[in-house]
Every structure is written in structure tokens, then in C-alpha cells.
């Protein structure tokens, strides 16, 4: 029995479902601390702070995390593998100096900026912040890279706990202020990135091993796959902004409590994919064929059927679950939870044909797909709003969005490995 548990317990998709989860959980936590201590102009500039710098640097991650996993995990060798670690920090550092002096350049231009308490925090923290997670993300995807996903959930937890910690500290010690808050958040970024350099156990004479035929490979994947991120989260943010311009704050309300749901369902496919795409990325190298299909039965195909039972449940207890997370003001979000469980089916293959896509080094095609997924659902939401007027009619065009995205996976897929000759990316 205690080697099962132990068996459970070191399986890369649990420990990838609890980092995600955990993550998850405690940034919630710190959500509800800062709501309750801070006044409202206080925690809008620390919101306005956090998902500013967090929506920059995902830019910076999708240039270098997917492309730096991709190349690593199918590496042949410790001086291939030295060569893309170098090259792509590189590329992270340099970008980081870019985004920083960016940043620090639009302040010293219009000082009025800082002078605004809903963004000053964010002008004065950005730089600090985005130096300080370089080292800690960087040494988190090269733990993907290499399947250490009991190192990427100490790595992900470690920054949340401290961070709750310091501000359980400061809260107790002093009345809340804005640099207090944003000096909590940056020391326990260092902290964890000290923490999570050091479990890497990257030397500073592997990254002097830079080379130009690397960063021209992961330049080349980097511009595809933040296309790809970039379009993926104008996916999710589309109807909201379409919403709000049409029918007003009303419906987007109504609509985002709907939204906080089905995000909360997608967390295992986030979890699960993380696991796969290195894996993929390695025994696609030389066994092409039966890796994706061996992905497609291990993952998506157990995942749908696994959602099934989820989406029923949605569609039938969507109205207290409604009720539970935003009371009796949101019961019009009850048929846009219910139209959402629908499109769930489509969510597996959806997101396991893009990490298919990348794994096979074929990160063109997966942004075209997610750039034809943006398009059904734009043109969707503008035609059916002219048509119905309604909240409910926007979500369900998630349904032929998700849908397309699968048909377009799948057939993808289908034409670039199944009816190539060969059986091998080399």
C-alpha cells in the first residue's frame, strides 16, 4: 500500500497536476489576504501591477519557454543540451534588459505616470520584477525539459509561500502600503530564484556556450509560439472585449463568473500538458508516429472521455454553482455555464493537437490553428450579436471555436505524420 501511495505520489502527472493546482491555491489565498486588508484604491494599483507585469512577461515566456523545452528534451547529447541552455538564456536575458529599460524609458518619458497611484506601482516594480523571476523561471522549464516535476513544484510553490509568509508579516507589523506589498512580492521572487538556480545546478561556464545556429533554431520557434500564446489568450479575453463593447459591464460580469468556472476545469489539461510535450518532443526524434499516437491514447482520448462525465455534471449543477461563487445577482450566467460544458468535450483534442504540433517542431502550423480559432470566434461573436444580442449566444460560439480547433488539429496531424513515409524528425 505504501508503495503505491509513494508510485502515485512520484508520477510527473501528479506532481504536474499539484504544482498547477497548488499554485492555483495559493495565489487565490493571497488574493483573499490583499482584498481584505488593502483599501480598494490600494489593491486595484497592485492589480493593476501584477496582471500588467504578468501579461508582459508572458510575452517573454512564450519566445523562449516552449522552443527551450521543445529543443532540450530532444537534444542528443550534454553538449547539445549545454548549447541550447546557454543560448536560450541568452535570449531570456536579453529580453528581460528590453522589456526592463522599456519600461523604465516609458517613466522617465511621461512622469505623470508616476505621479498616478493606479500605475505608479507598476512603473516602479516592473524592472525589479521582471529581473528577479529570470533565474526562477528559467530554471522551472529546463525542470520541464527534463522531467523533474518534483523540482517544478517546489519551484512553483516556494515564491506563493513566501510571499504569503512576508505578507503575513508586514500586515501584522504595519498598516498596508503599496511599497510594502510590492517589496514583499520582489524579495520572495529572489529568494526563489536563488532557491530554484541553485537546485538547477546551472553552471556559469555552460552558458558561456552560446551558438549561432541554436538561437537562430529557437528565434525561429520563439516567433511562432508567442503567436501562438498571444492568440491562445485573445481566445479567452475576444468575448469579453466584444461583450463589453456591445451590451456593456452588465454582460461581462455575467459572462466572467461563467468564465471562472470552466478555467477552473482546464487546470488538469494545463497539468497534463506540460508532462507530455517534452516527452513527445524526445521520442518524436526517432520514433514519430507511434509517439503521437501513443499521445492522442494516453492523453487526449482518456482526458475526453473523462470530461464527459465533468461536462454533464456542469450542465446539471451549473445553477448553485453559480449561485455559490457569485450569488443570486449572476443566475443569467447559469445558461452560459451549461452552453460551456458542451464545448468542454472539445478541450482535450483542442490542446493536445497544439502540443502535438510543437512537440513535432512544427510550431507554424499550431499557430495558424489557434490564428483560424481566433477568427471563427471573432466573427462568431460579432454575427451572432447582431443576430440574438445575448451573452449566452457569444458562449456558444466557444462551441464551433474549440470544435474547429480540434478538426483543424486533427487534420493537420493527420497529413504532416500519419501520411509522411518516413518515421522520423531527423
Known amino acids: 500500500m505504501m508503495q503505491k501511495m509513494k508510485h502515485i505520489l512520484q508520477n510527473n502527472n501528479v506532481l504536474s497536476l ?34 500588467t507585469s504578468t ?52 517613466a522617465i518619458l511621461f512622469p505623470s505616470l508616476l505621479q498616478n497611484t493606479t500605475f505608479s506601482l507598476f512603473f516602479i516594480g516592473f524592472p525589479f520584477y521582471t529581473i528577479a523571476t529570470l533565474p526562477h523561471n528559467f530554471a522551472s522549464w529546463i525542470f ?47 529568494l526563489a530564484s536563488i532557491v530554484s538556480w541553485l537546485l538547477s545546478g546551472i553552471r556559469f561556464a555552460t552558458l558561456l556556450n552560446v551558438s549561432r545556429p541554436v538561437l537562430e533554431k529557437l528565434t525561429g520557434f520563439g516567433k511562432y509560439s508567442t503567436g501562438t500564446l498571444i492568440g491562445s489568450n485573445l481566445l479567452r479575453s475576444s468575448d469579453i472585449t466584444i461583450l463589453g463593447i456591445v451590451l456593456g459591464a452588465d454582460a461581462v460580469a455575467v459572462y466572467h463568473v461563467a468564465q471562472k468556472i470552466v478555467e477552473f476545469i482546464e487546470i488538469p ?20 508516429k507511434e509517439s503521437v499516437t501513443g499521445t492522442l491514447r494516453s492523453y487526449a482520448l482518456p482526458l475526453t472521455l473523462l470530461i464527459i462525465p465533468v461536462a454533464v455534471l456542469s450542465f446539471i449543477y451549473a445553477a448553485p454553482v453559480v449561485t455559490l461563487l457569485g450569488g443570486s ?45 481566433l ?30 480547433g480540434a478538426v483543424w488539429g486533427g487534420f493537420v496531424i493527420y497529413t504532416h505524420v500519419f501520411q509522411k513515409p518516413e518515421n522520423t524528425l531527423q
Open 269 to 288: 489539461l494545463r497539468s497534463l500538458a506540460s508532462v507530455a510535450f517534452p516527452r513527445l518532443s524526445r521520442d518524436a526524434m526517432t520514433n514519430l
Open 144 to 190: 520541464q525539459a527534463e522531467h523533474r516535476f518534483d523540482k517544478v513544484l517546489a519551484v512553483r510553490l516556494v515564491p506563493r509561500i513566501l510571499f504569503i509568509l512576508l505578507l503575513l508579516v508586514a500586515l501584522t507589523i504595519a498598516s498596508p502600503e503599496p511599497s510594502t506589498i510590492l517589496a514583499c512580492h520582489i524579495f520572495s521572487l529572489v
Open 375 to 404: 477568427a471563427v470566434n471573432i466573427i462568431g461573436d460579432i454575427v451572432v450579436l447582431q443576430l440574438f444580442g445575448t451573452a449566452a449566444s457569444v458562449a456558444a460560439v466557444t462551441i464551433a471555436t474549440f470544435m474547429s
Open 55 to 106: 501579461m508582459l512577461e508572458m510575452g517573454k515566456t512564450g519566445f523562449v519557454q516552449t522552443p527551450l523545452v521543445r529543443h532540450l528534451a530532444s537534444a542528443q547529447n550534454r553538449q547539445e543540451k549545454e548549447r541550447v541552455i546557454a543560448s536560450a538564456f541568452i535570449i531570456s536575458l536579453g529580453l528581460t534588459m528590453l522589456l526592463s529599460i522599456g519600461v523604465g524609458l516609458t
Open 329 to 373: 445577482l449572476y443566475d443569467d450566467a447559469v445558461l452560459i455555464v451549461r452552453i460551456f460544458a458542451v464545448s468542454l468535450l472539445f478541450f482535450p483534442f483542442d490542446r493536445f493537437t497544439g502540443v502535438i504540433l510543437d512537440s513535432i517542431n512544427r510550431p507554424d502550423l499550431n499557430f495558424y490553428k489557434v490564428m483560424a480559432m
Open 18 to 51: 499539484a504544482a498547477t493546482g497548488g499554485g492555483a491555491v495559493l495565489g487565490f489565498a493571497s488574493f483573499i489576504l490583499l482584498v481584505k486588508s488593502l483599501d480598494r484604491d490600494v489593491f486595484g494599483a497592485w492589480a493593476f501591477y501584477l496582471s
